[in-house]
């Protein structure tokens, strides 16, 4: 093996037209990534060899369903590359079918495969966008299953910048753990591998003191840190995932999701997840994200 290319940190940007990839690709470049759009699989590995001829050490590459017909070439791709030596991460953007379709509304722009007479008939002549988008996530479906996913639904793009900025900064040579606060208000994360739900316990939002604070205030805390059934879900949620990150390590899992659920997304949930992050934080790679503060 060549030791220059553990050196060598690749990234592919891929997933759903309208999830973000132009936004992820531009906080790379903010990071000092080489970044290359719409990248035909054909030419991953002819590009991946020059770069490196060339002594480029971060190298991000867009592939997405514009290519679809040479997409099933991807994974093999992206276990060469590693096997070879690179550091290789694979982020797939999500986003819901509704979301996605009104994003193309607000843009007026065609979905990828809506057009053309290949795409055409794949969707048997039906150019229904929601249609165009199900056939996406099924010829997409082989990589997101090995890459890290990010739900962009209900983020804004600076918020998708800094979630791709820290998990491209984190050390890549285990298993990271991503904790995540959300309102169930709001939707689910599609991103994550487990979802707990929370709002069977004391809520601080009827705490009139309380209200205006949030799960990382002190008082918050400390009210929450008080209640019996806070601690009990926290040694619960604790105790099943320290049971099962050796083995989902060993399964091969690079990404884990977390996902703590609440009402608001604002005392509960996020106070969990700071718990979660400080007792998992020294064994793995540990990220946190708290979905309706991080949108303010």
Known sequence: MNTARLDVQI???????????????HALEDLGFYCVDNLPPELLMPLVD????????RLAIAIDVRSASSLPLVPEQLQHLKSLGFQVDCVFLDATTDTLIRRFSETRRR???SQGAQMSALLDQRHVLAEAIELERDLLSDLRMQAHVIDSSMIRPTQLQS???AFIEAPGEQLTLVFESFAFKRGIPSDADFVFDVRMLPNPHYEPELRALTGQDAPVADFLRRQPDVQRMLDHIHGFLDSWMDDLAQNHRSYVTVAIGCTGGQHRSV??????????????VTLKRHREMDAR
């Open 111 to 113: 979905h990828p495969l």
């Open 163 to 165: 979630y791709v900025k």
């Open 271 to 284: 106070y969990l997840v700071e718990q979660l992050t400080q007792l998992f934080k020294a064994r793995w």
């Open 50 to 57: 020059l770069e490196h001829a060339h002594h480029a050490k």
């Open 11 to 25: 990234v592919l940007i891929t997933g759903m037209s309208g999830s973000g990839k132009s936004v992820a690709l």
